[in-house]
């Protein structure tokens, strides 16, 4: 890539890094939500710059093309078929003086691209949303959009999340953690007390990763001739592994979403059994299509109630930006939280800004409240 092509910063207007990819198992639909957002941003209030993680962390920048970021004929996009030619590299500047990126290649002298006003982190699962992106983006002094270190870590494990949650009085199904250790150690010690886990709450089970997204990982476990598979798929994925009881009833999701009062609630929706799958996994997520009813028919007091511990648990994890989380409705009435995500999927078919649509905030104005939030918020300790 030739210097005299390299972007550069112009005018007055704020810029914006989105910067999405990255190592994760999620590297895919982080590519996708990367797409939807650049094609959102108001190019006239905004400049753009997207910078793409390669799968094998490499920090390029990438063609500002969101039509070549899609799923099409089911093949999933990658950082790598949108990275500029060559071995050049992106930098930030870890001097909060500065926010400076800088393009250097092999035997060339680095080049300046300018200063970035904000980070739009559009990365989902390790290594982008679990607090690491974050403590890069703190030390160089950069706003971003979404939560800071703490809320990132704890939202992306869901062991500790869990913990928090109970922690805060919110309502949470039955679960087991199996960590590395204990599984290397003494398959056959972890096992049993999986076995014993179903024993108590009843099988199947879902076996998944402790710290993944998009439903990677899971398998719905009927009986114990499954559960060597299911751990080794989600320690495919992640060393920790999480397991969880049935729970029966309805899936409700809820967004939240900082204004400048504070955290507000969305429409929530329902996610209907999905007939072609087992649950609602990743191709049901993404490949297929399949599609959650907004808003949810519940009635006006779930709404309120959903709503209520959707906020909750935003505060409880001490987020920033955007979460949606995600509920059951139990068969005798009650919500059980599930998880919260920080950095939820904003492909077309997401809930997320669906949520939002159907609450009155279309998607551009959605890209531009997060971005808003970002550049309100003070750098640091906060």
């Keep these: 890539m030739s ?10 207007k704020p810029r914006v890094a989105v910067v999405f990819g990255g190592r994760s198992s999620e590297h895919a639909i982080s590519v996708v939500t990367a797409g939807a957002v650049l094609r959102a941003i108001d190019r006239d209030r905004y400049d753009v710059l997207p910078i793409g993680i390669t799968v094998d962390g490499r920090w390029a920048l990438t063609a500002d093309a969101p039509e070549r970021m899609a799923i099409a004929d089911r093949k999933l996009p990658s950082v790598d078929d949108l990275a500029e ?4 590299s992106v930098v930030l500047s870890a001097d909060p003086t500065s926010r400076e ?11 300046a691209l300018g200063e970035v006003d904000v980070v739009f982190p559009v990365l989902h699962g390790p290594y982008g949303e679990d607090g690491t992106l974050q403590g890069l983006l703190d030390l160089a002094g950069v706003p971003y959009v979404g939560a800071g270190v703490l809320a990132s870590a704890v939202g992306q494990d869901k062991e500790y999340m869990k913990r928090v949650f109970t922690s ?3 309502p949470v199904g039955p679960y087991e953690v199996i960590r590395p250790r ?8 972890a096992r049993r007390r999986i076995v014993d886990f179903a024993g108590e709450h009843g099988w199947p089970l879902f076996v998944k990763p402790a710290r993944a997204g998009s439903s990677i990982g899971i398998t719905k476990v009927d009986d114990e001739s499954g559960l060597d598979a299911a751990v080794e798929e989600a320690r495919r994925h992640d060393p920790k592994i999480l397991v969880e009881a049935l729970l029966t009833g309805r899936e409700i999701e809820c967004g939240v979403l900082e204004f400048e009062d504070g955290p507000h609630a969305s429409a929530p929706a329902w996610i209907p059994p999905v ?3 087992e649950f609602y996994d990743f191709e049901a997520k993404y490949i297929d299509s399949a599609s959650g009813v907004v808003p949810a028919p519940i009635t006006p007091e779930q709404t309120a109630e959903v709503q209520r511990l959707a906020i909750a648990a935003f505060e409880a994890v001490s987020c920033e930006g955007l979460v949606r989380a995600d509920f059951f409705l139990t068969d005798e009435g009650e919500f059980v939280i ?9 492909t077309p078919i997401s809930m997320y800004p669906r949520m939002w649509e159907a609450s009155g905030v279309d998607y551009p104005e959605l890209v531009d409240r997060l971005i808003q939030a970002a550049l309100r918020r003070p750098t640091g300790l906060r």
Excluded: C
């Excluded at 990126?101 to 080049?111: D, G």
């Design 182 to 189: 204990e599984w290397e150690q003494d398959p056959t010690a």
């Design 85 to 88: 030619p060559g071995e050049g």
């Design 101 to 111: 990126i800088v393009y250097t290649e092999p035997s060339s002298v680095p080049k």
């Design 168 to 170: 805060f009085g919110l």
């Design 338 to 346: 599930n998880e919260i995500n920080t950095m939820p999927g904003f």
């Design 3 to 12: 210097s005299e092509n390299l972007p550069t910063s112009t005018g007055r």
């Design 275 to 277: 007939t072609d799958h």
